[in-house]
């Protein structure tokens, strides 16, 4: 398979023969007898595993349609064009963090890229109930790197300004966060599902005016500023892990965007991780909903300390140079206090909206999702909705992680419907 | 001349033959003799007007290096590009706002436009005590309009997107407000310069870190936000009037930008004009400065008044959508305040700024270098200074343009140096 030949999805039984001559695949895996499974869980695209007589792979390729819906969703494939670059920057902005990219081809929409094992994805341990050293260190620092490192904080500006240009082109997927996750929760939109019994509680969120405005001047926020190149889709199924080791995969959702983003997503499928636990476990129930809040307040602080370690050592963009403050005798903490204030206004917004959206849009979390029983789902997902909604209020005036889990914690002994 | 061809600059002697061929040019001013004027006065450009028989135009062509310096500060000539672009997007947005443009040659930085007459750059007729009719009406819609119809608000995600992408290229350009406007103020930059006398003030104002965190923090929006595309320069030096009429012209620092920037620089140089008056009228000074006074609020109460229009007739974009509003039986209106707090506190962070930078940084205003005695040209700048200081620390609370007028009448009695 070379550049420039027409876009065709890979099957299992094809996949061999069309990327036999591409070395960079041939390398890892080894020449020969390859199989290859189909192991794509997600929405959006195929994911291969091609084991040789080497090793494995992963082979992921775009399809040009929504997988959850169907080809009546059609899906630009420059979405893989996206996730390379995206890839490509996160490696270089916090090594290690990402697979290792083998081979790209814009044609084909497809990245051959290293294969994790024994790492499985994240929200799969968090609903059997498995802990992972380090997952919150890692976490914290992937996203305090990435936001600082991909802003004019760090980043030359016309550097910036060419990469804002470049992901600007990725409009269909962003469009899809745009509108499922700021949006559709608070009306009853087409592709909308809840959990029977959810309904006084949704009625609250729908008819609290004050509420919905906060999650549209976050729409705002998210569709009108580029302060650092963001994930963009960062919950637990976008994370893979061991019992001691975690990567950060699929970031096709890439885009330009406020740097608490990343960071508010990924404590909210945290805490929705902690609120359906009460259906997931038995006798060790408490201990596990006690470490989940441990990796929130944990990626929290880890994301703090290292965000102030960088603006210390790596603040070389145009924002708040030290010709105003370090060279005229002033400290410059105060700025970055500011700087974090308003970060964190913006995560704890995104959090509760996208706990808002897992429940009441279209795509929904497993978490929830594999408790059978309605009567038993629907409780916990009304914990989990009315605890977003405090954060989209209160968003403002949350000063630790810490807040959010004592809140979380009340909410957790409540029955609210 | 046609496309392809390498660059040259035109002279008042060269340009008959060079453009000859321009029909677009030939058809306003007619083929024969043509007189040709050079009447740049700004700082980047090269401005011709060209008559012939059936009458005349401008021709505005892009110089490769920032005149007001010299050689020694390249300036890349696709800003005529963008100033092309932004100039018919003004245009849509506001029909009638800028002058009509009659040809574009990219390879030659060169637009071919209507030329304006008895219209004169308002500056002059500001420092002239003469007074414009409509002036504020024209100007509030025109940042209204300009404002929510080419942001999210209005525009189709896609178009907007493609335009922040195409105007992220625009990088030297916005790069030189990034500097003078935001930075340079506070701190001792190379090419800054101010009236002898300001010394205590400009001291206060660099010894103040809260004040310099909000600069910044108004820099961290101006660089990563792209709520719309705005002006990006809009000053008295960019409109021009007659006693009747007016356009904005000059777009060339177009990007796009927070909602509120073009109107906070503006009414910051209607407050420059307010207190260089004392040096430039005589027994008319109080009604004139009263007049300016009143044009601030009339911008701004048409502009409010616009953009509620605008709000309610066409919220079209994906923001704050009908749907959760409206169609649920709700008011938009404190979604609408919501928007327009946040737009008048960049706004208002803004206008302080740009009276900090006008009188300490490298551009300074006519308003208060045509004051020839520094002693009396140093109090008025003192008192402008320490308003900007004001508006800077009070953006977040000031609720409508009247108290910021006020508080310029009280310092234009007030001797602070």
Redesign the interface.
Known sequence: MTEGTVYEALTVDTLPARLERVAALVAQVGAGDWQVEEVGDGNLNLVFIVSGPRGKAIVKQALPYVRLVGDSWPLPLYRAFYEYHALTRQAARDPGSVPVIHHFDKDQALIVMEYLSPHVILRRKLIAGERVAGLAAFLGRFCARTAFRG??LSMA??DK??D???F??N?EIP?IT??LVF?DP??A?EMNSHTPGLEPVIARL??D??L??KA??A??RF?????TMVHGDLHSGSIMSTAVDSRVIDPEFVQ?GPLGFDIGMLCANFLMAYFSQPAHRGDDLSAYQDWILGVITEVCETFETEFRHLWSTERTG????A???E??G??SA??CD??LT?LWRDAWTVCGIEMHRRCLSLAHNADFEDIPDPAIRAPLEARNLLLGADLIRLADTITAAEEVCERARRYNVTDVI
């Open positions: 802003s004019e500006s016309p300004k060419a804002v240009a470049l600007a082109g409009v469009a745009e509108a949006t608070y009306y939109a729908r008819g005016v004050a919905k405005v549209q001047q729409l705002q569709v009108s500023n580029t302060e330009y145009i924002l708040y140079p010709a105003l403050f060279d005229q002033h400290d105060p700025a500011a700087v308003g």
